[in-house]
């Protein structure tokens, strides 16, 4: 009995050497970071297989793993066209990772990488296709980018769970640009719009300054007109105050008031040198000058 259990003992460490070296260990260990199906004859017998330690069937039964994280894939800039049959160069890229092991290794010809990211490469250039197609070049730059994208990411990852076995997570544009053809063409039409709306700013601008220059000077009439009234209500105010304070003066002493008459006249008069003036001596107008008091 002894060597009978020695023998089996050897036995199944030759199997073990012979296993391990064919890799046909009856054990697995599927990662985190994967996922896994159980093929048997290439037939697919158990597919999603969870983390962890998993027994098989040596040389019968085959085990073939897949990266279960995000993965990248970077497309290279495709053309596309508006609404308007405008060109864009656009460049872009998706986030994606594995949810259907069974139906990803289906599409994918036997879990070909290649090949999946060329099924979804074709299916995102299409989609880019139709929906940069509904939208102006506006809209596509700018307005209704993020939009777009949100769009194009919800309807491709219903698609492709079903067709690939893959969820798309995020659609995003990298890099938005014109065809070199097209960019002077559009930078001209540009450069020309901007010239259009500066002359029309500088002629708005000038009308402005007409405006508010005419205003100015009618303002400036408006204040010596009132300026002029205002100083000739004040003279004529002060010209019945001194003709009220003379009057007042000259009626308390009429014959005062007289004589300063007379002066005055006189002053009027004799102003000038070679003036000749004819009066008979006598007369009332030289009273003062006769008189003894004068």
């Known amino acids: 009995m002894g060597r009978n259990f020695i023998l089996v003992l050897i036995v199944l460490a030759v199997l073990m050497v012979i296993t391990d070296a064919l890799n046909v260990r009856p054990f697995f260990v599927v990662k985190e970071t994967e996922r896994a199906l159980l093929l048997r004859f290439g037939e697919v017998v158990r597919a999603d297989i969870p983390p962890g330690i998993h027994f098989k069937i040596p040389i019968a039964n085959n085990v073939r793993k897949f990266d279960a994280r995000i993965l990248t894939l970077d497309s290279a800039p495709e053309r596309y066209f508006t609404i308007g049959k405008k060109p864009l160069d656009v460049d ?3 986030k994606w990772r594995v949810v259907d092991v069974e139906g990803y290794y289906t599409a994918s010809g036997g879990g070909d990488e290649a090949i999946a990211r060329g099924i979804l490469q074709n299916r995102i250039n299409e989609g880019l296709r139709n929906e940069i ?4 070049m506006h809209e596509v730059i700018s307005g209704q980018r993020d939009e777009l994208m949100q769009v194009l990411t919800k309807s491709l990852d219903a698609i492709v769970q079903d067709d690939l076995g893959v969820e798309i997570i995020d ?11 097209v960019s002077s063409t559009v930078y001209q039409r540009m450069n020309s719009e901007r010239e259009i709306e500066a002359k029309q700013y500088r002629a708005t601008g000038n009308e402005q300054s007409l405006i508010i220059r005419a205003d100015a000077d009618r303002q400036v009439v408006v204040i010596e007109a009132n300026a002029y009234r205002d100083s000739e209500t004040i003279r004529g105010d002060g010209d019945a105050t001194s003709a009220r304070i003379y009057a007042d003066a000259f009626g308390q002493d009429p014959e005062f008031y007289e004589f300063y008459r007379s002066i005055n006249a006189y002053k009027e008069v004799f102003q000038g040198k070679n003036d000749m003036l004819i009066i008979d001596p006598s007369s009332e107008f030289f009273k003062y000058l006769k008189s003894n008091q004068g």
Not at 133 to 136: E, L
Not at 171 to 181: G, H, S, Y
Request: proline content about 6%; charged content about 45%.
């Open 92 to 94: 872009s890229f998706a």
């Open 171 to 181: 659609i995003r544009v990298k890099k938005i640009e014109l065809p070199a053809e």
């Open 133 to 136: 197609g509904k939208r102006d």
